[in-house]
């Protein structure tokens, strides 16, 4: 069928800002090339820069008066070694190496490692990566004070190296002092989501939730292995899930990554919240201007498996080639859902609605779109709950979400086929029915004859009360109807 949202894509673009793009002028270029929306990586840079960044967002939006929702992603724990006499050494193949507690500069034979709560966990035959997998130990002792290891894969290792514990769950809360201030920090700025990184048991994403107290979305960064084997609660805890290829392509094996990525975003689809498939999509346009064959791939099959957004990092953080980043990008995405087996291929995963009329309301509106030549269907809600429920569904039509909320419409940029629009409350069912014909018309979701679902709840204003469905026909009068302001 004919896709009539004005983007003409439903998977969304969230791009990261950083050097290469947070001033006003490239947002604006990033969103006309098809970012969605933006995260803002709280591992680089301080508040200063940051608060200028988000304000940089909000004029762009208010500019083109589009909903844009951002992302505050904290940085989360780092484990990393401790400094070496020369600034770095060489552990040989097959040669023994210790961590251990004596903070004196390490050699070839023994570095600090200045995390004490892992002295306590590890075990013979665990793994130890350093830097991000390039050097490989195995734990041959390990007590209170030392981990003797064997160099499975030795190298050169050097000051403040990074340390992944794959084969473990690491005592350590999810958030640092550091994350603490900066999800402080981003909730006074009004960001609409917060990343958690090193998520690996519900309880962190608990905590994270008592600390937002209420304000924003919380995205759960799924890069632990822990965090597989609890990945249904924490996905319930959630109001979002952010594959992360990063960390968990180095404590997995490379071919373990794939069949989990799909599990992951099959198993958020089927509870109705949005899943993001992040790291080195595109990667190698930080510095070349057309991606990889392989790259192209990647994103076509997060597509493919019907993720709600695919995310870019450093190539349109600090990449010389932001806006090609998000061009292509857009491309692909348009290119997989054009293709006759696009839907076939996004139904794979069955996703049953729960046995409640609101659910049994939004599957119906994907039978009516897969049965009668519908231009769209049009959503009003005040919490973005229908809006969820429908896109659950991957209906084969764009969805127009109108709420009078415009954190509710900021939420929404990150969900699969919607386009939010911020409009004053409607107060009766003719009222509902008006407005939705002429925002559909304004918005380009059909033209006089078209044919689009209407989905609502009444009483309107009452939060979970989705309860009618109602199919329009747009008239081109429609909008001469009302001079007033939507």
């Known amino acids: 069928m004919t896709q009539l949202n004005p983007r003409g894509r439903k998977v969304k673009i969230l791009a990261t ?10 947002i604006a270029r990033l969103i006309r090339a098809g970012a969605d929306a933006f995260r803002v990586n709280m591992s680089h840079a301080d508040h200063t820069i940051h608060a200028q960044t988000i304000a940089n967002i909000r004029a762009v939006e208010k500019q083109l008066g589009k909903p844009i929702a951002i992302l505050c992603d904290l940085q989360g724990p ?10 770095r050494a060489v552990i040989r193949h097959s040669s023994h190496f210790t961590l251990d507690r004596n903070p004196e500069p390490g050699d070839e034979t023994r570095v600090c490692l200045p995390h004490p709560e892992l002295f306590g966990i590890l075990k013979k035959g665990q793994r130890l990566l350093i830097d991000d997998g390039k050097l490989r130990l195995r734990v041959i002792t390990a007590d209170d004070n030392a981990i003797l290891c064997s160099a499975e894969v030795g190298g050169v290792i050097s000051d403040r190296k990074g340390v992944n514990v794959p084969d473990a769950v690491i005592p350590v809360p999810a958030m640092t002092e550091k994350d603490r201030r900066d999800l402080a ?5 009004g960001a ?6 090193f998520v690996q048991r519900p309880e962190d994403v608990a905590e994270a939730r008592r600390l937002m107290g ?3 979305a919380l995205i759960a960064k799924i890069e632990k292995p822990a965090a597989l084997d609890t990945l249904d609660g924490i996905i319930e805890l959630s109001d979002g899930i952010m594959v992360a290829r990063g960390d968990l392509g180095v404590e997995l094996n490379p ?8 599990r992951i975003i099959e198993l958020t689809r089927r509870s109705g919240k949005p899943v993001i498939v992040a790291t080195q999509m595109l990667e190698s346009m930080i510095e070349s201007p057309a991606p990889t064959r392989a790259e192209v791939s990647d994103v076509a099959n997060a597509v493919y498996d019907g993720a709600d957004a695919v995310m870019l990092s450093a190539e349109t953080a600090a990449g010389q080639w932001p806006e090609e980043a998000v061009s292509i990008m857009h491309r692909i995405a348009m290119q997989v859902e054009r293709d006759t087996y696009y839907r076939q291929r996004v139904h794979l995963a069955e996703v049953l609605p729960d046995q409640t009329t609101a659910d049994a309301l939004a599957k119906a509106c994907a039978a009516i779109a897969d049965t009668v030549t519908l231009a769209g269907i049009i959503v009003f809600t005040g919490s973005g709950s229908t809006a969820r429920r429908v896109a659950r569904e991957r209906p084969a039509v764009p969805m127009l979400v109108l709420t009078p909320s415009q954190k509710t419409a900021r939420k929404v940029a990150l969900l699969w086929g919607a386009h939010a629009v911020h409009t004053k409350d409607i107060g009766s069912f003719e009222e509902m029915i008006g407005k939705g014909k002429r925002m559909a018309l304004r918005h380009g979701f059909g033209e006089a004859g078209a ?3 209407a989905l609502a709840g009444v009483p309107f204003g009452t939060p979970g009360a989705t309860n009618l ?11 001469d109807k009302h001079k007033g302001n939507d």
């Open 255 to 262: 071919e373990e990554v794939p069949p989990i990525q799909k």
């Open 192 to 197: 609409d989501f917060i990343g958690l990184s």
């Open 17 to 26: 800002l950083g050097p290469a793009s947070s001033n006003s002028d490239m």
């Open 469 to 479: 469905l109602h199919v329009v026909t747009l008239k081109g009068d429609e909008l």
């Open 185 to 189: 920090f981003a909730i006074e700025q």
């Open 214 to 216: 209420g304000h924003g």
């Open 451 to 453: 044919k689009l679902v």
């Open 78 to 87: 780092k484990l990393r070694v401790g400094s070496f006499k020369d600034g």
